[in-house]
């Protein structure tokens, strides 16, 4: 269903009403200055006009003239309001800062419930902060954690800008393209109009010329028309193709996303000669000392105390040949291994049989059925 | 009547049939069997309903699965026509059966048709008959009302509660007034009735968006199953429903709306609080699970529901920073103030979704995923709240839907935002559009969903236009000859005026005084010859305005008045249905009338102007659209781009349907006759992209005609209608019985074999011999393979 909004005619009304166009320091109206500007300091977001700013905070910084508000207040930062309600526009601003601190991202947390949770511990002090609950515990808060994470801060932040910036050229990439297409368009029509101008020029002047049959002429330059129009089409098509395909490149090159992400994250883990295959012991735990009968007369040999030798090696070399051949089956294994050796086999010779089945021997085959 | 189609016995509760309703029941047939979609042309006036009612009904009492249909259409009155046509097949069935079926057969419509209770009925609009049904009906009322507070309840709605749920209604078919009817006897409310027994219908008949709408189809159609047989009747117009179906317009009026909604909602949070602050813990507490799970409790009293979501989305939690009720409405705020100042903008701009998103995340820290949840997370909250004034909350609806589309859909929409109403313009009055250009978007899910998806219409040409457009692929594309025993309409071309000067709507002559002159002379020439009505088509309300105001300094309109009363459609509906009414009137009682109307107005779509309600069609000038409008712009970008329509075909084919439109609005049946003039020199060149059926009757003679040599041709052809024709010539021709019916078959069975004869004989040339020669390699594949394992 469509929802068509009805165009309010009194939305224009409100726009010049609303008591927003006075200046609440020295009350001129729009009226008497069609051009004025409104400012606001996000020190206490008291909304002023620009002359107001100029007369009073010019010669260095000055109270907040608004009737209760003692704020002092700096020439430099007062700016332009963006949102309707300053409300918001307070919001927005310490927002700002509380995503300049808290920017973890969905990948940093193991599940997403964790992530979920954050989010909303995040928004829990953003409102705190907000509302002026707990202002001074907040702040804290917010200062510590900026303080014990400010790595993964960075790291983040740049992993953003980059996002943005990823976005901003691809946006800017499409566009482009977007543009190019619209023109080949445009020129494909502006062509097809000519040469079907062309046609009917060169018809006429056929006609005039007075040679050969009339409708015959008509006939001939109807079909030439129409190959031209396929050929045309068929090019457009080709040419279609190929912007797409570009397309298709232009995005995996821009997707650079991916990869840096996988590189950074992981910078101090070091070189893993074995490849991943952890010595890791998970049928046993290695003590530091057991106590045996039998080992009691050689730990006290001096000849097995001397530098190099070390009774923990050992008792780990022994529980590794104790427990080495636990949870290894090795008819499971062989079983394995002869299937996958044959199944490889088979399976390519299936499928070249259904390539060649379905090139040639199907042809000969169905031929062959009658 | 009775007869077989292949093993399926069909009861046909006419003695005749046209040849084209039995094409048509084979094609939709075939496509049962097969399972897939199909395209069915079928020319207007030929029995489409009925033989598509009677071949599916039959299908499913004599099949096991007893497939359900569901069966759309456009309006209210094609509804209840349907629901009769139903009626009466049933009674058909049950007198040559000699026994009653176990058959359910019920039609859905608004709140607003079909509420019965005292009050709640008398209002005008449907939103309103809506939101107060929800106040007297939500689960949460009813939980008041047994702690003993003092709340209103629906009766009516609260009787259902006390009948068996699988049997609120007998089984049989019940039209609309049968089950207003019914509802009113039995005092239970008809609306209801028929949303809960849904489930148990044969038959559903109801309109479009119950489907193809997201927003209502999750709640009311979401317990159908994957093998109902969905039809879409009168679907050429189906991608702009799709397209409408996700669009969303916001101004600024609206957003002070939702503003207003939002600082509500945070009041309501306050109270809630205070009073019972564990339900909104509740909430919280499902809502860390996942909105599936949240929304375990909604039913047919949801608030409203989720534009196409996808159905991962639904089963993941909601994030956590839009989680607690205070939190998201901030978060509301926060996105209707943006909204706001993006409105301030003195210049038009169009950007996609991401790029909204991404200056929406600059400036406000907004995320896209919970941006995504917002029409979900709303629904909830409102619930939570058990409020009761739901349609204060329309408009902040609208936005959380908009926020969703935009947060999920990366292709296929584009923002754009129009300050002002028109180029003049100077006081600002911004809209902002957040249009859909891809109709295959909101169709997909029932195309996924279903297995067989029949579109059909009398006029649905170019064919192939329609699974290009939405995306899909069809087993069978079908257009119907209409069988006729004399020629029953005259279709023409007109091209030149009686000064041989040609006569077009384009924009370089369209306001030149001698086309205008052109054009009037032909009204008042087809004044002067018709009996009864004439109805002439505009291409759009600004064009008819200039050329009727041409035609009153030229006297062209005194001429027709001297012959016929003058009649004129405007945007405004009431006026319309009066100019309408009176023109009926005219026609039934007097010389007849002129209704003077838009090619895209109301009057040109489901008004039918049969027998002498309409004589004459004119279609003056082809009803192209609007194309500086940048919303069609885009939608032509995008069909360009990803689905590789050209601007101009797409243009043109538009304009083609619409004028087919026109045209078949004159002719409703056979017995009907009817003059359809096509006047611009364009048309001579879109021919082809005629219905088949009107481009078949359409001799080459017939074509490129001045007014005058369209003048004497059409009282020629007037003349002859005017002589008798007894139904008796028609026999065997255009209509037949059962034993025609019988001997068509035979031939049909006769030239099939004799086909597969010659097939083998020559090789496998026919599609026969192709199918069996690829049965065959399969299995020598499959041979092949064993082989190989062994
Ligand atoms: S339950 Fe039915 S009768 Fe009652 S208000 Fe709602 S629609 Fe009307
Ligand atoms: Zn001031
Ligand atoms: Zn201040």
Not at chain 1, 318 to 325: I, K, R
Not at chain 2, 474 to 498: C, D, H, K, W
Not at chain 2, 513 to 540: C, H, M, Q, W
């Amino acid at each position: 269903m469509s929802r068509v909004a009805q165009r309010g005619g009194a939305s224009s009304a409100n726009r010049a009403g609303d008591g927003e166009d006075i200046c609440p320091v020295c009350k001129t109206s729009r009226y008497l200055n069609p051009n004025m500007r409104f400012l606001v300091n996000p020190e206490c977001y008291h909304k002023m006009c620009e002359s107001c700013v100029d007369r009073i905070f010019s010669h260095g910084p000055a109270q907040c003239p608004v009737a209760g508000c003692r704020r002092t207040l700096r020439k430099n930062k007062f700016r332009k309001q963006t949102f309707e309600d300053i409300q918001v526009e307070r919001e927005v601003d310490i927002r700002r800062r509380v995503a300049d601190v808290f920017n973890r991202r969905e990948e940093d947390f193991d599940t997403l419930l964790d992530y979920n949770n954050y989010l909303n511990d995040v928004e829990d002090l953003t409102f705190n902060l907000i509302y002026k609950i707990d202002l001074e515990e907040s702040e804290k808060k917010l200062e510590s954690y900026r303080l014990d994470n400010e790595q993964s801060i960075s790291q983040n932040k740049a992993l953003a800008s980059q996002e943005s910036q990823s976005a901003e050229m691809r946006k800017m990439m499409e566009q482009e393209q977007a543009k190019l297409r619209r023109e080949a368009a445009r020129r494909e029509e502006e062509q097809l109009r000519r040469e079907r101008e062309e046609g009917r020029q060169e018809v006429i002047n056929k006609l005039a010329a007075g040679d050969g049959d009339a409708s015959k002429i008509a006939r001939e330059s109807h079909s030439i028309v129409l190959k031209k129009s396929s050929a045309r089409r068929a090019a457009l098509e080709r040419q279609q193709q190929l912007t797409n395909e570009s397309n298709g490149a232009t995005k995996t090159n821009f997707s650079i996303k991916g990869l840096k992400q996988k590189v950074e994250p992981e910078p101090e883990k070091p070189y893993d000669p074995f490849g991943g295959l952890s010595d890791a012991r998970d049928s046993y735990v290695l003590q530091d000392d057991y106590d045996v009968d039998w080992l009691r007369s050689f730990k006290q040999d001096p000849r097995h105390n001397v530098g190099g030798y070390d009774f923990k090696e050992f008792y780990d070399r022994a529980l590794c040949d104790a427990f080495s051949g636990l949870g290894v089956f090795i008819e499971d294994e062989m079983a394995g291994k002869e299937l996958s050796s044959i199944a490889p086999g088979s399976v390519t010779a299936a499928a070249q049989a259904v390539t060649e089945g379905n090139t040639n021997e199907a042809k000969i085959i169905a031929e062959d059925v009658f | 009547m009775k007869f077989n189609i292949d093993d399926l016995p069909v009861l046909f509760p006419y003695p005749r049939i046209y040849p084209e309703q039995y094409a048509y029941m084979c094609d939709l047939k075939r496509t049962l069997d097969n399972g897939g979609h199909c395209v069915l042309e079928m020319p207007s006036g030929t029995g489409k309903t009925v033989s598509l009612l009677s071949l599916i009904v039959a299908f499913q009492q004599y099949y096991p699965e007893h497939r359900k249909l569901i069966y759309c259409s456009r309006t209210m009155s094609e509804i209840e026509k349907a629901l009769a046509e139903l009626k009466n097949l049933m009674k058909f069935r049950t007198e040559q059966l000699g026994y009653e079926e176990d058959f359910r057969g019920l039609g859905l419509t608004s709140r607003k048709n079909l509420c019965l209770h005292p009050s709640v009925k008398r209002e005008k609009s449907g939103a309103v008959v809506d939101a107060r049904c929800r106040s007297l009906t939500a689960g949460f009322v009813k939980e008041k009302k047994e702690r003993g507070e003092d709340v209103d309840l629906c009766i009516y709605h609260e009787n259902l509660d006390l009948l068996e749920p699988h049997n609120l209604i007998p089984p049989g078919v019940w039209t609309l007034d049968d089950t207003l009817q019914y509802g009113e006897s039995q005092k239970q409310c008809p609306y209801f009735t028929v949303r809960r027994m849904m489930s148990f219908c044969n038959v559903i008949i109801y309109s479009y968006h119950y489907l193809l709408d997201p927003k209502i189809a999750e709640r009311v159609s979401r317990e159908l199953s994957k093998d109902c047989i969905v039809v879409f009747d009168e679907a050429h117009n189906i991608d702009n429903v799709c397209i409408e179906s996700l669009s969303i317009d916001i101004t600024e009026d609206s957003l002070r709306k939702a503003g207003r909604g939002a600082v509500n909602l945070e009041r309501k949070i306050e109270e809630m609080k205070a009073t019972d602050a564990s339900k909104l813990q509740n909430e919280y507490a499902k809502l860390v699970e996942g909105l599936r799970e949240a929304d375990e409790a909604r039913n047919e009293d949801a608030f409203m529901s989720n534009p196409a979501l996808p159905d991962d989305l639904l089963k993941e939690a909601v994030p956590g920073n839009i989680r607690r009720a205070e939190h998201f409405v901030a978060f509301l705020k926060r996105f209707v103030e943006y909204l706001k100042t993006r409105m301030k903008v003195l210049h038009v701009i169009s950007e996609t979704p991401p790029s909204f998103l991404q200056h929406l995340k600059e400036l406000t820290f907004i995320e896209k995923k919970p941006l995504r949840f917002c029409a979900e997370r709303l629904t909830s909250l409102v619930r939570t709240l058990e409020l009761t004034s739901i349609e204060d909350y329309q408009p902040l609806q609208e936005v959380a839907t908009f926020a969703t589309l935009c947060a999920t859909y990366d292709k296929g929409f584009l923002l754009i935002l129009e300050p002002f109403e028109s180029e003049s313009a100077t006081v600002p009055n911004p809209i902002l559009h957040l249009t859909c250009l891809d109709a295959a978007i909101a169709i997909k899910p029932v195309f996924e969903r279903f297995s067989s998806v029949i579109i059909t219409s009398g006029t649905i040409s170019p064919l192939e236009m329609y699974p290009k457009m939405l995306d899909f692929t069809t087993v069978v594309q079908e257009s119907y000859n209409m069988t006729l025993a004399r020629r029953s309409f005259l279709p023409m071309i007109v091209t030149r005026g009686s000064d041989q000067g040609a006569i077009s709507s384009g924009f370089q002559i369209r306001n030149d005084p001698s086309v205008v002159r052109n054009y009037g002379n032909l009204l008042v020439e087809f004044a002067k010859l018709t009996p009864d009505g004439i109805v002439v088509f505009f291409p759009s309300y600004l064009y008819m305005e200039s050329i009727i105001s041409m035609w009153q300094g030229m006297g062209t309109l005194d001429a027709v008045w001297k012959y016929k009363l003058i009649l004129i459609e405007t945007p405004d509906s009431q006026e319309t249905s009066l100019a309408l009414e009176t023109y009926r009137h005219a026609c039934s009682n007097g010389r007849g009338a002129v209704l003077l109307c838009v090619a895209r107005g109301k009057v040109s779509e489901g008004i039918d102007f049969d027998h002498h309600y309409g004589r004459t069609v004119i279609c003056i000038g082809v009803p192209f659209q609007y194309t500086e409008s940048r919303i069609l712009k885009a939608r032509l970008e995008f069909l360009r781009e990803q689905y590789r329509i050209r601007e101009n075909d797409f243009l043109s084919f538009d304009a083609m349907r619409h004028a087919a439109q026109c045209l078949g609005r004159v002719l409703r049946g056979k017995d009907d006759y009817g003059v359809m003039v096509l006047a611009d020199r364009r048309f001579q060149k879109k021919r082809s992209q005629l219905p088949k059926w009107i481009n078949q009757a359409l001799l080459d003679a017939d074509t490129n005609l001045s007014v005058d040599q369209a003048t004497s041709t059409a009282k020629k052809f007037l003349k002859t209608m005017s002589t008798p024709f007894p139904a008796r010539l028609q026999d065997g021709i255009s209509t037949w019985n059962e034993q025609q019916l019988a001997a068509h078959k035979e031939k049909v069975e006769d030239e099939n074999i004799a086909m597969l004869q010659d097939g083998i004989q020559n090789g496998h040339t026919g599609s026969k011999g192709g199918a069996a020669g690829n049965e065959f390699d399969d299995e020598e594949l499959d041979e092949a393979m064993m082989g190989i394992d062994a």
